[in-house]
Every structure is written in structure tokens, then in C-alpha cells.
């Protein structure tokens, strides 16, 4: 039996890295990590999705994405056949946005932020120091952040809160954790819901994932 091809795409501005502890049994999977690329002046989300595909060497695929890669491999479906789309702490329309996100997209405060610091978050970690949560967390973010350029966040962000997928994909397989505080499961319909799951779940609920992500695809 031919190994099913499974590509995962991570969250907004981070590394391949977030799946490094993902283990699919490698007699049954063929498993790929798409890095984030630069995205060009005025380019759509549609546009994006399409050269993202670009790497993509197989047909009949099996599609993961984490967050804003949740989204992202929502949309390269569009130009891939695929078996089975997963998205993990994501969002299946712009419905399941939290209401502080539709604010900046009315407001436009999106475009005001600072997304440059974001870059230099390697200098933060030199002065926080210790085993607190802002150090931790810190040090998560130095570790995993792979895309700092302020032109993908700036693009990154305002494709977030400006997404215009209104009706859900019926199909996609929908992970999500009941105490994600990026996308709160208030918004959310129709998932499979991880108790005690945050929105970095794919790191430190990896466990969960390895024995339950080969029956999903599957089923």
C-alpha cells in the first residue's frame, strides 16, 4: 500500500519547528513541512495559497495547518485535490473570530501595530530571564518564530481579521482546545474539542496528536 502524503503548515510567523515532536507511523505516511514564504506587494490570500501549493509534489493529499496555517491550507485546497483537510486551534470562517479581532478589522487598529518588535524578540529573551511564565513564553516564541519580517506580519495579520470565508467548509476536521485564548471556543462550531488545550497545543499535547491524527486521516 502507497504511504498517504501528509503536508502540515504552521501557525502565523512560526517555524516548521512547532511540529518537531509530531511522529506519524512512518509505514503509513509520507510527512512534509512547508515553511512560510514572503508574500508580494498587494498579493491576496488566494494568490499566496496558490504558490504555497507550489511546493506540493503529490496528488491526493492530506492537508494540516496550525492557526493562521489552518486558514492558509483552507484555502490551498482550492488548488490541490486533497483527502482530508485538518485544521488544529484555527478557525473555519471569519464567524469564529473573536470579537476583539472584528473590532481591529473595523477599526483598522491592525494597521498601527507594532509588528516590527515582533523581529527582535531574540533581544527580549536576553533580559528576561528565570523559569516564570513570561520567561517561558518568551523563550517558546524565540524558538519557534521563523518569519519576522515586518512586510509577511503586516500581510500575515491584516489576512486574519480581513478573511472573507464566511460558510465552513463542512469537511475540514476541526481541532481545537477548550482553553485557546487566541481563538476562544465560545466562537467555535463544530470541532473536536482537546480538554485543556491551548492554542500552543501542538507542542505541549503532541502526545494526544501522534495517537489520534493517524485515525482521523484515516476514517
Same mark, same amino acid.
Given at each position: 500500500?502507497?504511504?498517504? +502524503? !501528509?503536508? &502540515?503548515? +504552521?501557525?502565523?510567523?512560526a =517555524?516548521v519547528?512547532? &511540529?518537531e ?12 513541512f512547508?515553511?512560510?514564504?514572503? +508574500? ?7 494568490? #499566496?495559497?496558490?504558490?504555497m ?26 488548488f490541490?485535490?486533497?483527502q482530508?483537510?485538518i485544521?488544529?486551534? =484555527?478557525?473555519k ?5 473573536p470579537?476583539?479581532? @472584528? ?5 483598522? &487598529? #491592525?494597521?498601527v501595530?507594532?509588528t516590527?518588535?515582533l523581529?527582535?524578540?531574540? #533581544? ?8 516564570g511564565?513570561?520567561? @517561558?513564553r518568551?523563550? /517558546?516564541y ?9 512586510k509577511? /506580519?503586516?500581510?500575515?495579520?491584516? %489576512?486574519?481579521l480581513?478573511?472573507?470565508?464566511? !460558510? +465552513? ?16 471556543i =465560545?466562537k467555535? @462550531?463544530n ?5 485543556g ?6 507542542v %505541549? ?7 489520534n ?7
Open positions: 500500500m502507497s504511504k498517504i +502524503p !501528509v503536508y &502540515f503548515v +504552521p501557525g502565523l510567523a =517555524s519547528e512547532i &511540529f515532536y509530531i511522529k506519524l507511523p512512518e509505514d503509513q505516511f509520507e510527512v512534509y512547508l515553511e512560510w514564504i514572503l +508574500p508580494k506587494h498587494n498579493e491576496s490570500i488566494q494568490e #499566496y495559497a496558490k504558490r501549493c507550489e511546493k506540493i509534489n503529490h496528488e491526493n493529499i492530506v492537508l494540516i495547518g496550525v492557526s493562521f496555517g489552518g486558514i492558509m491550507v483552507q484555502e490551498m485546497a482550492a490541490v485535490k486533497t482530508k483537510v485544521i488544529i486551534s =484555527s478557525v470562517s471569519n464567524q469564529e473570530l470579537i476583539h479581532m @472584528k473590532l481591529a478589522k473595523a477599526t483598522k &487598529f #491592525y494597521k501595530l507594532p516590527s518588535l523581529g527582535k524578540v531574540n #533581544y527580549l529573551s536576553r533580559y528576561v530571564k528565570g523559569r511564565l513570561l520567561a @517561558k518568551v523563550q /517558546l524565540n524558538k519557534y518564530l521563523y518569519m519576522k519580517q515586518t509577511y /506580519l503586516d500581510w500575515a495579520i491584516e %489576512n486574519v480581513l478573511w472573507q470565508r464566511s !460558510v +465552513p467548509d463542512e469537511k475540514v476536521i476541526h481541532i481545537h482546545g477548550n482553553d485557546d485564548m487566541v481563538f476562544p =465560545s467555535i @462550531k470541532c473536536i474539542v482537546l480538554e488545550g491551548t492554542h500552543i497545543m501542538i %505541549n499535547r503532541h502526545k494526544w496528536f501522534n495517537e491524527l493517524p485515525k482521523l486521516i484515516l476514517e
